[in-house]
C-alpha cells in the first residue's frame, strides 16, 4: 500500500475515474482509512496517505464512494492528526446535497475553530460549498453563533465575510441569524487594538460583497465607523481603515461623507481619505454628491504638488469622480466640477487648467499614468477638451508614451480625446486638424506599439 499510494499521489498527469477505479479495486477504502489509523512511527507514511486520498476524491468515482464511508469522515473530522482532519474537511465538500451533512456540520465547526491553519480553511471551504444550496444554508444558521469563543471569533468573522459573496440568500441568512452583531461588537470594542484591527479588515472585505450595502446599512456599524473617524484620540491606522471602508459601502450617507471630508486636513490619513472619496466618485449617485463640496479637497490635491502620495491619490480619485468608467454627471454637478476645476487654475500659478494639466503630464511615470486617468474622465466636456487641445505639448505627451506601464492608460487618453473631437464641431476647424490626425495615428498604432516600428539593421561582421 505505501508503495502504490506513493506512485498514485505523485503521478505527473490527472487522475482518471478508471485510475482510482483500479487503485481501489486493489485497496479498498476501508483499508486506507485503517492503515490511516495505524501509521504509528512509519515515517511519511500519512503524508503519503492524505495525498493519495485527496487525489481519489478528487475523482467523481472516489467522491461517490464516501457517503457509504461516512463513519471514516466522521473519525477523521475529529482526528488528533491536522492532516486528516484536513482531509475529512476536503471530503465533506464532496456531500453538499447529502443528509449526512447534518450529522457532520458541528464537527465542520469545530475544524474551524480548533484546527489549525490549513484544517479551518478547508472546512471554512466546505461550509462555503455547503452555503451555495438552500438546504445547506438551513443547516448552518443560526447554530454557527452559539459556537464563537473569544479565540475562534476572527475566523468566524472571516466565515461571515466569505458567505455574505456566496448569494443573496446567504447574505440575507447571515443578517437574520444575527451574526452581524459579532462584527459589531469586535469593531466597538477598542481594547484590543489587533483585534478590532482585523475586524476592520474583515469588514473591508465584505463591503466589497455585492450584497455588503444592502444589509450593512441595517445595522449599527455605521455609526460606529462614523464616530470611530470622528474620535481624534482613536489610533489613526483605525481611523484609516475606517475611512476606506465607508469609501467602499457608503456612497449616499452624508455624516460618513462629512466625517471622512473632515479628516482631509489630518496627513496621516488624508491618502486613505482621498481613495474612499474617489470610491465614492465612482458611481454617479455617489459622485453628484461629493462634488458639493468635498471634492474642493480632491481637485486641489490633484495639483498640488507639496505632497506626492496625496497627490498620486488625489488624481486616481478625481479620475473616478469625473467618470472615467462611467457615463456623465447631472448638470448641477457637471457645473460644480467644472468651476472647482477653473478655481483651482486660477489660484495657482498656471492660471488655466491646460496649464494644471501639463504641470502633471511632465511629472514621473506614476502621476503620469494618474494624470492620463484624470483626462481620460473628463475630457469628455466640451471645456476640457478645448484645455486639453490648447496647448502642443499635453497633446505630444499622451501620444507618445514609452514607459511600458503608462502605455495602456496613454492609449486609453488618447482615445477619449480622440473620440470626444470627432464627435464635436471642431473636428473641421482648420486649428485642430493637425491634432485631430496625431491623435488619430496614435489611436491607429494601438496601446503597445511604439512610434515608430523598428528596422532591422544589418552590419558588416566584426573581425578579429
Known sequence: LPEAASDYASYPGTQTDASAKEFLDSFPLPLIFSALQSVGDVSGLESTLVSCLERIFNTKYGASLIPQNMPFVQVGLQAYSQLVRCLACKAVSCLLENEQLVIVYPLLVNCLIDGNELVATASMDAILNLARFPDGIGIIFPNIAARCSSLARIRVLALIAKLFSV????????YHSNLLGLLEAEVNDTNDMLMTLSALELLYELAESP???????????????????????????????????????????????LAIDGRLQETDECDSALEALGHIGSANQGASLLLSPAA??????????????????????????????????????????RRLIY????????????GLFLSVLQQDSEIRLAAYRMITGLVTRPWCLLEVCSKQEIINIVTDETTKKGMEARYNCCTAIN???SASNKINDVAFSGIASK????????????????QPVVMTAERF
Open 296 to 337: 474642493r479637497h480632491v481637485v486641489e490635491a490633484a495639483f498640488d504638488r507639496r505632497g506626492r502620495g496625496k497627490q498620486l491619490a488625489a488624481l486616481h480619485a478625481l479620475a473616478n469622480i469625473s467618470g472615467e468608467n462611467r457615463s456623465g454627471l447631472n448638470n448641477d454637478a457637471e457645473e460644480c466640477l
Open 343 to 354: 478655481a483651482a487654475a486660477a489660484e495657482s500659478s498656471k492660471l488655466t487648467p491646460s
Open 211 to 257: 450584497h455588503g450595502t444592502e444589509f450593512l446599512l441595517r445595522t449599527t456599524l455605521l455609526q460606529q465607523l462614523t464616530s470611530m473617524i470622528s474620535n481624534t484620540s482613536a489610533e489613526s491606522i483605525l481611523r484609516s481603515r475606517a475611512i476606506l471602508i465607508c469609501g467602499r459601502i457608503l456612497s449616499t450617507v452624508k455624516t460618513a461623507l
Open 167 to 174: 448569494s443573496s440568500s446567504a447574505a440575507s441568512a447571515v
Open 419 to 421: 473620440k470626444t473631437l
Open 439 to 454: 491623435l488619430q495615428e496614435a489611436v491607429k498604432r494601438g496601446p503597445y506599439l511604439a512610434k515608430e516600428e523598428a
